[in-house]
Nanobody, 115 residues
Framework: QVQLVESGGGLVQPGGSLRLSCAAS????????MGWYRQTPGKQRELVVRRWTAGYTTYGDSVKGRCTISTDNSKKTLYLQMDSLKPEDTAVYLCNLMQGGYDYWGQGTQVTVSS
């Protein structure tokens, strides 16, 4: 069983930065895929970034060049650094892990970009 807990969201002004964290607990095996998605009311869940254990990373078109994913394997923590934030980045950001045919999600952390 895997549990994911996000943190780091909040209110930020346009042009600002935030770093989100996703702490994973449970058994994490090689071959997992981890990433971040975001959700706004009335819209489909959108990919922010996804990383395979081999290091291959793909970013959503709307965040390319403004977001960076990183991991601390010793802490089982995934990070999302977001820069040059825009009001349209306002959403609930969810951490995702795919492993052994299962899809795990955190509860999400709210990011609001507003002046």
């Amino acid at each position: 069983q895997v549990q994911l807990v996000e943190s780091g969201g909040g209110l930020v002004q346009p042009g600002g930065s935030l770093r989100l964290s996703c702490a994973a607990s449970g058994s994490i095996f090689s071959g997992t895929v981890m990433g971040w998605y975001r959700q706004t009311p009335g819209k489909q869940r959108e990919l922010v970034v996804r990383r395979w254990t081999a290091g291959y990373t793909t970013y959503g078109d709307s965040v390319k060049g403004r977001c960076t994913i990183s991991t601390d394997n010793s802490k089982k923590t995934l990070y999302l650094q977001m820069d040059s934030l825009k009001p349209e980045d306002t959403a609930v950001y969810l951490c995702n892990l795919m492993q052994g045919g299962y899809d795990y999600w955190g509860q999400g952390t709210q990011v609001t970009v507003s002046s």
